[in-house]
């Protein structure tokens, strides 16, 4: 494929995508600040629709947005002046926290900071359970499940094809039940489904994300 027809396409899906995807341009956390770069990459795939990649992407987002939530919290009002003290205080932070799992650090959130609320709390344990967790471990019978076992379908052979194409005749076919464990299918699906769920994956961590920074701007800088 040339540089031109790679172009051509994504400037078509920056022209087609770019005026959903505005407002989170126009927004940045600010407490959370250090995850924005992550955030436009997620962006970035959502814009050229590479959904997958956005999913997994905001997976990262989510892991690290529930533990730099812990840390921020703990060391909250300490700046570059104090740089001692707040040394301290991160290398503290990121001994409990770094290490966690995602369960346990949206349990944290919730029980230990109250940064998140009991919904957001099973949002998330929600999101980790069907989401993250089947993508982060590739598990296609979770991305794709409530298939059927099998699905009709139809076989062709070129050489009858081109026998009918010649003759005008119509084309001869065999139907089939394909197993919908196949890899081929089992991706086909995946990419099919992928669009709304990255869409919505993506919204709903960026809105508890948004919560987050307001709850931990204790000056209530949000506000002036």
Known sequence: MSKEIFIKSYL?????????????????????????????????????????????????FLERLMKLALIQKKTKGLKYDKVEKLS????????????????????????????????????????KDKIRNSYSHAQMQKINQGLPNKIPMRMYSFKEVAK?????TPIEHK???????SPALQSEFQKMNSKELAINYFNTVYQIAKNIDIKLDTNKEYYK
């Open 12 to 60: 078509e899906k920056v022209e087609k995508n770019y005026s959903y995807l505005e407002p989170y341009f126009n927004h940045s956390l600010i407490l959370l600040s250090a995850i924005n770069p992550v955030k436009y990459e997620i962006i970035n795939c959502l814009m050229i629709e590479q959904f997958i990649a956005a999913i997994n992407c905001t997976n990262h």
């Open 88 to 127: 301290k205080k991160l290398d503290v932070a990121y001994h409990n926290y770094d290490k966690l799992n995602l369960w346990e650090s949206i349990d944290k959130c919730l029980k230990e900071a109250k940064l998140i609320t009991t919904e957001e709390f099973n949002t998330l344990n929600n999101m």
């Open 164 to 168: 009918s194409m010649k003759n005008k």
């Open 175 to 181: 139907e089939v039940l394909v197993p919908t464990k």
